[in-house]
């Protein structure tokens, strides 16, 4: 079982950064392959930004390439989202995910999930 708990959120002026940490139980952190996903109000979970275990490749969506990164500490147990030049459309609850396989786009993949954490970005 790995829990997973997500910080950093908070209200930001378009333009801003913030950088969110998820913190992770497990002591076999560096087993999972670890993601961000957001869910903005009446949309689908979609994914961000995702991390290959020992942190050798990384993956975004198209509309946060550029502006967002996706790094992780194995002897912390945690992983982090880099967000700089926030726009107002990156208004959404952000979740960190681990998956026993790989990076995948899709939730299903994912074995364990943070609660969330709301990022809100003023125009």
């Known amino acids: 079982q790995v829990q997973l708990v997500e910080s950093g959120g908070g209200l930001v002026q378009a333009g801003g950064s913030l950088r969110l940490s998820c913190a992770a139980s497990a002591r076999t952190f560096s087993s999972y392959a670890m993601a961000w996903f957001r869910q903005a109000p009446g949309k689908e979970r979609e994914f961000v930004a995702g991390?290959?275990?020992?942190?050798?490749?990384?993956y975004y969506a198209d509309s946060v390439k550029g502006r967002f990164t996706i790094s992780r500490d194995n002897a912390k147990n945690t992983v982090y989202l880099q967000m700089n030049s926030l726009k107002p459309e990156d208004t959404a609850v952000y979740y960190c995910?681990?998956?026993?396989?790989?990076?995948?786009?899709?939730?299903?993949?994912?074995?364990?999930w943070g609660q969330g954490t709301q990022v809100t970005v003023s125009s």
């Open positions: 995910a681990a998956s026993g396989l790989s990076v995948l786009t899709y939730e299903g993949a994912y074995d364990y």
């Open positions: 991390i290959t275990r020992r942190g050798g490749s990384t």
